[in-house]
DNA sequence: ATGAAAGCGCTAACAG
DNA sequence: CTGTTAGCGCTTTCAT
């Protein structure tokens, strides 16, 4: 393997420095045209590809983001980081990915593994395990952008990007409400993360204002996914008031509910079903899943914008602004009643 | 901002070298235990991170890996490099990503930023578009691992991980044929990958063996997506000796036939229909679909080790491998013309 | 077992 | 408009 060329192979073949040429290369106005047209040949004669690994030595400045998510196979994860790659691509900024998968250990690791790689920021969304935020800590520490999306947990101070859940169990509630269900269960986690304490709130708060009791048997505290859904139905289907419809934590957990509720015979929306997050399968199951949009490529676009805002000011905290994106039902099947009575 | 701490704070501190210091914390064997101890209380104490920038520079190692995918947003890619991630993890490497969204433009950008980034090696599945590898070759040329997976093109000479494709086709065809449909069509893209074209030999030799006759109108050249398939299905649909069963280019091909022909009443299983790659929603579309097993998870895994043993080696490419997965059918109710018999 | 010193490839302040 | 020079933080060869 021949060595790699430099700008100093470059400096020697038109006899100039390096200095020159790298002003020519990076288009610093004070350069002669004949001397960057003449760089620009060569280098690119040469086949010379800048090393911006010295270059981010040099400068301090890597143009590196690094993301953290739970796990890039939920489609609204995945979502997020397509559109956060989009919103940055103009700027040259690039990402790197980590996965927490939902565990503190790994976010820790993560966080660590980021910094020493000299990112010029992270954005992470925390994993439901992680109840410390001294990690993060951190970042801030060394007057980088930080970023939390989705995801926050308590009172982080740094800009956050987040859909307004209280209002998401809110509406999720009254939509059940609306469509006529009398008796509405909740299946959320047991984990302490704000946007489902937020959305618990919110269904509460929805119930009262209708008029409706809160009962404790109705909310189920456990994980979320396709089984975990299965389960509560059918824990809930067991309770001698059994509910007339189920508000599940995300919309694998709806599935399961779904699943179950199919298997015994009551088929949503006979129970009304309605889940978070509209998950690519949400449309397509049978009876299609309602569900609260959350609006992940919004999530991604303004984490980006919010980035390359905070990257460049002195210091990238002296304006923290918590961006709360409105969430909106989309109507399926699940909870269409109405298809019932004809 | 504080000056972050570096080795020479830590010789510093304790009167000794950097050179010292930078063995102690790399475990060069030659380094007192005393020393060592120092060493790592003070860099504990000082709350030091090492600068892999600079590490990366002076050694010619940076660690990182580029991985190009299409579309992250695909479960199949999703779980793929869910898995690289996985079976890199101990060796100390990361990921970063790039998406090329089939874009032959974005793909040689692509390779061009993870160079400049100095990875120490590509992993990549090629877009639709890339008929031409020459941007590929610049990595060869640097000596660096260069593994493609799945999307293979041409005659590239690097490792590859992909699907016997051939073989998928040619199984979706005979569960087809097995499951007693007759007149069978095929929904393939028209981009010249060859995991396209063998598919849709698998799909001809499977007819022949079967004593069937290949129709030139019941293979159609589109895209791949839920729209293409619609379309696909309607086209066929209108045939005047229509099709009884149809193979899709993937599952959100299949997808878009299957809403299709519900629409027009002729639900699969009464109408068959298989797609390829065992996305996220399609156990649970109804009727739930059947589809080809294409093992993200072990390609991905394949990958991580293959990179492995590359980088391990003085010339990554004097032992090109050519790893092969065996596809399988899942059968589900999309198939399953017994069920309407009863 | 430890130190001295060179240098990876690039940038940028200063000088001219 | 261009050159000189120092140095980013680390590794590594050669000494001792």
Redo the contacts with the bound molecule.
């Keep these: 393997m021949k060595?790699?060329?430099?700008?100093?192979?470059?400096?020697k073949e038109l006899?100039?420095?390096?200095?020159?040429?790298?002003?020519?290369?990076?288009g610093?106005?004070?350069?002669?045209?004949?001397?960057?047209q003449a760089v620009e040949e060569v280098a690119e004669r040469l086949n010379?590809?800048?090393?911006?690994?010295?270059?981010a030595?040099?400068?301090?400045?890597s143009f590196i983001v690094g993301v953290i998510v739970p796990s890039i196979e939920a489609h609204f994860f995945a979502s997020i980081i397509h559109n956060i790659e989009e919103g940055l691509k103009d700027s040259g900024y690039r990402i790197i990915l980590f996965q927490s998968k939902e565990s503190i250990e790994n976010e820790i690791k993560g966080v660590k593994t980021l910094l020493e790689a000299q990112v010029d920021g992270i954005m992470a969304s925390m994993s439901l395990e992680t109840n410390d935020i001294s990690h993060f800590e951190e970042i801030i520490k060394q007057n980088k952008p930080l970023i939390i999306f989705d995801r926050v947990n308590q009172e982080i101070n740094v800009p956050t990007i987040t859909l307004n859940d209280y209002q998401a169990g809110y509406i999720a509630t009254e939509h059940l409400i609306k469509q006529g269900y009398k008796n509405i269960a909740f299946i959320t986690t047991i984990h302490q993360i704000k946007i489902f304490k937020d959305r618990l709130e919110g269904y509460k708060d929805a119930l009262k204002a209708n008029g409706m009791i809160i009962q404790e048997r109705n909310i189920i505290f456990s994980d979320l996914s396709i089984k975990d859904g299965r389960y509560g139905a059918g824990r809930l289907m067991r309770n001698k008031d059994k509910p007339d419809a189920i508000i599940a934590g995300d919309d694998f957990t709806a599935l399961g509910v779904i699943k179950k509720l199919n298997e015994t015979g009551e088929t949503p929306p006979k129970i009304g079903v309605i889940g978070f997050a509209n998950e690519a399968f949400s449309a397509y199951i049978t009876p299609s899943l309602s569900t609260i949009n959350q609006y992940p490529a919004q999530i991604g676009t303004s984490c980006a914008e919010m980035f390359l805002q905070m990257v460049a000011k002195q210091n990238p905290y002296d304006d923290i602004r918590n961006i709360i994106l409105e969430p909106t039902v989309v109507e399926r099947q699940s909870t269409n009643i109405d298809a019932l009575k004809h």
Tied chains: 1, 2.
């Excluded at 006899?15 to 990076?26: E, K, Q």
């Excluded at 610093?28 to 960057?36: G, L, Q, W």
């Excluded at 030595?57 to 400045?61: E, F, V």
């Design positions: 060595k790699k060329t430099t700008i100093y192979d470059i400096a006899g100039i420095t390096v200095s020159t040429v790298s002003r020519a290369l990076s610093f106005p004070a350069i002669s045209k004949a001397t960057r010379y590809s800048p090393n911006k690994l010295a270059s030595l040099k400068s301090g400045k």
